[in-house]
């Protein structure tokens, strides 16, 4: 069995229907677990675009890009390692107000860690937290030790290094 490896895989597609669960159901049919899934609108007007990260072999992953670019809407799709992509996640944290007051170490590990407040009121505050996953996953242990009302982390988001040459490729597919 091959070394697998995290590959973030980028796929730029027509937003249709029923498309998430197709890619989805490429993923399952070889018992790959999807680590994390991103798709937002890409830098082309009507082009979407799916940001999922897997932990697979690198047959693997040929296998699956040219299942994904047989779905009728999938416009393009690529595979890249962590090395050559520029990447962050998202979280937020809500936590009790009096918290931030009380404990001088809150606001010391807040610092430290370079998250924002974004609201505080009586009952809590939420703070931000933008960077790669073991920082964020840092601090959710740093703050957990003090209680962590709710927290929410978002899936990767990534560009490459090297420039990709899909924005001329897709104003063609588009005119």
Excluded: P, W
């Excluded at 399952?28 to 082309?44: D, Y």
């Excluded at 047959?59 to 050559?84: F, L, M, N, P, S």
């Excluded at 957990?144 to 001329?168: L, N, P, W």
């Amino acid at each position: 069995m091959k070394a697998k490896v995290l590959y973030t895989i980028s796929i730029y597609t027509e937003n249709n229907i029923g498309l998430l669960n197709r890619i989805s159901a490429i993923f399952q049919r070889r018992h790959i677990n999807i680590e994390s899934l991103n798709t937002s609108v890409s830098e082309i007007d009507g082009v979407s675009r799916f940001t999922i990260l897997a932990y697979v072999s690198e047959e693997q992953i040929k296998k699956i890009i040219g299942q994904i670019e047989k779905q009728v809407e999938v416009i393009k799709a690529y595979y890249h390692t962590c090395d050559e992509t520029i990447y962050q996640e998202s979280c937020m944290f809500k936590i009790k107000s009096d918290l931030l007051f009380e404990e001088r170490q809150i606001q010391n590990i807040i610092k430290e860690s370079n998250a924002r407040i974004v609201t505080v009121n009586k009952e809590f505050f939420v703070l931000e937290k933008s960077g790669r996953r073991e920082e964020v996953e840092r601090l959710h242990r740093e703050l957990s030790a003090y209680g962590i009302m709710q927290f929410v982390r978002s899936g990767r988001i990534a560009v490459t290094k090297d420039e990709m040459k899909i924005t001329e490729m897709l104003h063609a597919f588009h005119n």
